[in-house]
């Protein structure tokens, strides 16, 4: 944990004060330590949404959301995006470092050396529904990866917390893909080890047995840069759900599970698939003033998707580096002008002079453009949210590791406000 510093906040209940500790982070704001609040004072915080709670102490990622920023490990997306790819990240989420040429070499040997699945799988598969949605059967296969690898499901051993780590990262294109050859009635496709990770995904999911697939190097490109982008976000709603289950010592395939049915809500990850659902629906640039007057009234729940986000309060970098990707890839299938991307664009123009968006400094976010770039790519919207999770995988893994890791780990244990019926005695049904 980080040292205390000099300084602490005081504060005072029912004529009791208390001083708590404050720490100091290398950037962003300072904590209060508050875990002696409720022994000292009977007093718990109140704190729904946990807009200004810290869960944990992390050297992982690190968001400014005023400036629009975000490092992993130190490092800018954006440079990551441009310069790196993949696995370097993972590397570097994993790892704390940017990986040596030999380092590299040895992880990517890994990695892809578990990229199929048992065998048996292919029948787990099967159980599902032809028409199930492809983050149900996530859900389902992620969840029983552990009891398909017993070996490396003791989160106390640190070999078999690295060979789980690298599983997961490996077999998890080939999930998501199989997941989607499944749902559409086509065979699945065995990974291929001489591809490169994206480039092996695309394979799996575009290849048939009867046909010859290339996989063109802009959509390779493409593909990586949107995994790289949705590698990690520190404490969003599908990592701290990773972290919760992880804290009672769930094996970490479990705790990915958790991840993913988190992540599969509109607000989160399900939000590009959403997003390109209502951009569809808004169909052409003169409906545009319709649907920003419905996101404005209190009384539709409906939302601008791909809007908004918790901690960005200004551009998010990640939807600056999607924009272009969005370019590249539109250039290369040839629709530039699609009623889509016309709508995307003027929505986002007429938002970002909105003064409903201004106030609420309400910018587009990572999900506004990556669905334009599936949809081009080729995939359909329901695997949208299934590349997220794919992608996120190694965030929730390197925050796993971290957890299990911290000497400070415990159990999470929210406490709540109680506002219901005090103690009552049961009533007999006859006498209701
Ligand atoms: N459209 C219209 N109004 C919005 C939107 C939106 N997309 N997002 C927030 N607001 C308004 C909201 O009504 C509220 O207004 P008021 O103060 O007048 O009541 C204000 O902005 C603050 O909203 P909030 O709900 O308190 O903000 P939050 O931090 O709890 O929610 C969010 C963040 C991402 C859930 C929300 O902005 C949202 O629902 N966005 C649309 C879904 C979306 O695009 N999600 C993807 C997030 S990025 C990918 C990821 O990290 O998972």
Not at 104 to 125: A, G, I, K, P, W
Not at 284 to 307: H, N, Q, S, Y
């Amino acid at each position: 944990m980080t040292e205390a510093t000099k300084r602490s906040a005081t504060i005072s209940v029912d004529g009791k004060t208390v001083d708590l500790p404050i720490y100091d982070g290398t950037v962003g704001p300072s904590v209060i330590d508050v875990r002696k609040l409720y022994a000292e004072t009977g007093h718990f915080t109140y704190d729904p949404g946990f807009t200004s709670t810290a869960s944990c102490d992390s050297i992982i990622t690190y968001i400014d959301g005023d400036k629009g920023e975000l490092l992993y490990r130190g490092y800018p997306i954006d440079q990551l995006a441009d310069d790196s790819h993949y696995l370097e990240v993972c590397y570097l989420l994993l790892y704390g470092e940017l990986p040596s040429a030999a380092q590299l070499e040895d992880f990517e040997f890994r990695v892809t050396n578990h990229t199929m699945l048992h065998e048996q799988m292919t029948n787990f598969y099967r159980g599902f529904r032809r028409d199930a949605h492809p983050m149900a059967i996530m859900c389902g296969v992620v969840g029983a990866l552990s009891a398909f690898y017993h070996d490396s499901t003791d989160i106390t051993d640190l070999e078999q917390r690295e060979i789980a780590s690298v599983r997961m990262v490996a077999k998890m294109p080939t999930i998501a893909a199989w997941a989607y050859k499944y749902s559409i009635g086509q065979p699945f496709v065995y990974p291929r080890n001489d591809l490169d990770y994206a480039a092996n995904f695309m394979h799996m999911c575009f290849s048939t047995p009867c046909e010859k697939y290339e996989v063109d190097p802009i959509m390779a490109r493409a593909m990586d840069r949107i995994m790289t982008l949705h590698a990690d976000h520190e404490q969003n709603a599908s990592t701290s759900t990773v972290r919760l289950a992880g804290s009672s010592n769930a094996n970490p395939f479990a705790c990915i599970a958790a991840g993913v049915a988190c992540l599969w809500g509109p607000a989160h990850g399900g939000a590009n698939e959403a997003c390109l659902a209502m951009l569809k629906e808004i169909g052409t640039v003169d409906r545009i003033p319709e649907f920003i007057e419905r996101a404005k009234d209190k009384d539709d729940p409906f939302r601008l998707m791909g809007f908004g986000h918790r901690v960005y309060k200004n551009y998010d970098p990640r939807a600056k580096v999607m924009q272009e990707t969005a370019k590249e890839v539109l250039e290369l299938v040839g629709v530039t002008n699609s009623p889509i991307l016309q709508v995307a664009q003027e929505l986002e123009r007429i938002s970002l002079e909105d003064q409903y968006f201004i106030d609420r400094k309400l910018y587009p976010n990572v999900d506004f453009y990556s669905g334009i770039v599936l949809s081009a790519m080729g995939f359909p919207t329901s695997m949208f949210t299934a590349i997220f999770a794919m992608s996120r995988t190694v965030g929730w893994i390197a925050q796993w590791k971290e957890m299990v890791e911290d000497p400070q780990q415990r159990i999470g244990r929210p406490r709540q406000l109680y506002s219901g019926a005090g103690s009552r005695d049961y009533i007999d049904l006859n006498k209701r």
